[in-house]
């Protein structure tokens, strides 16, 4: 069997979770909670193995280096490290309704890598021929996971204060009886970004660490750096707000899913539409 089939199933397997956790939250079933729960976590292990076996098979074919190099690769790793991001607040926290609003951003990037994108093994360029790309990849990718688990849980808030209004009640009834507490949610969102900022900040070391190791300098003001730095700002200015100034609630929640949307842009938007020494993003990382 090959990393693709693999990668197939995974896609699978994220999709019939995506649907149960829908089911979940129409029905009301614990069961069915449970359930995508486990299909999703089902879906990381096989993840997993594909991504094992994708390495083995690009030193099978003498290009040996971690699957993580281009688009597709990058990709299929930020669906991982998201699943992975979830299954730990699922397990910890036990708020299975969380996967309804994250696993669709797993299955959404497999789904495209799968049918939209060149699945080929091609040997590194140049820049990328460095253990730094490990490290840089790794750090960023689990930052940007743990930010889109912050986003699925903000548009949770905002859903349930819109429907409600923000001083909605644990046992509210209808739909939203679901949902966990506000305060759960906000105080969620908070401990999420707790994880990614400092992971997004090694990332961010790392990747100039790399810059000079390719390019000769640590800081270019390349838009992929730039965009990164933004991204930083955004999230340091959560982070800031809420310590100093108290923000909670809508604000934060909205502040979430802005720094969400920048950091997409900064991974796919920089790397497709703007020139620079990332210009190889199309294809590269």
């Known amino acids: 069997m090959t990393s693709s089939m693999l990668f197939n199933l995974t896609t699978f397997a994220y999709l019939i979770s995506m649907i149960v956790f829908f089911a979940f939250l129409a029905g009301k079933n614990k069961a069915l909670g449970l359930t995508g729960s486990y299909i999703a ?39 991982w490290t998201i699943i992975l991001l979830f299954a730990y607040i699922d397990i910890r926290y036990k708020y299975r309704i969380v996967g309804a609003f ?9 789904a495209w890598a799968q049918l939209g994108m060149n699945t080929g093994i091609e040997p590194l360029v140049p820049a990328l021929q460095s253990n730094w790309l490990l490290y840089h ?34 046992t509210a009834g209808g739909l939203m009886s679901m949902f966990p507490p506000l305060r759960v949610l906000d ?3 908070y401990r999420s970004i707790m994880i990614g900022f400092p992971l997004l900040t090694l990332g961010i070391i790392t990747g100039a660490a790399w810059a000079n190791y390719a390019w000769g300098t640590y800081w270019s003001w390349d838009p992929k750096e730039t965009w990164s730095l933004i991204v930083w700002f955004v999230y340091a200015a959560f982070l800031h707000a809420r310590i100093t100034k108290g923000w ?38």
């Open 41 to 79: 976590y089902v879906g990381l292990i096989i993840q997993t193995v594909a991504i094992g076996l994708r390495w083995k098979e690009s030193y099978d074919l003498g290009v040996g280096h971690a699957p993580m190099s281009n688009l597709y690769e990058s990709i299929v790793f930020f669906s």
């Open 137 to 170: 990849v790794i750090t960023c990718f689990l930052g940007y996971a743990a930010f889109a688990v912050a986003c699925g849980i903000s548009i949770m808030y905002l859903i349930r204060t819109a429907v409600e209004g923000p001083d909605s009640k644990a």
């Open 248 to 285: 909670v609630g809508k604000r934060a929640a909205w502040l979430s899913v802005i720094g969400f949307a920048a950091t997409i842009f900064c991974y796919l938007g920089v790397n497709l539409f703007l020139s620079g020494l990332h210009s190889y993003g199309g294809s590269k990382m």
């Open 187 to 189: 105080d969620l969102n």
């Open 102 to 110: 994250v696993v669709p951003f797993a299955l959404l990037g497999m």
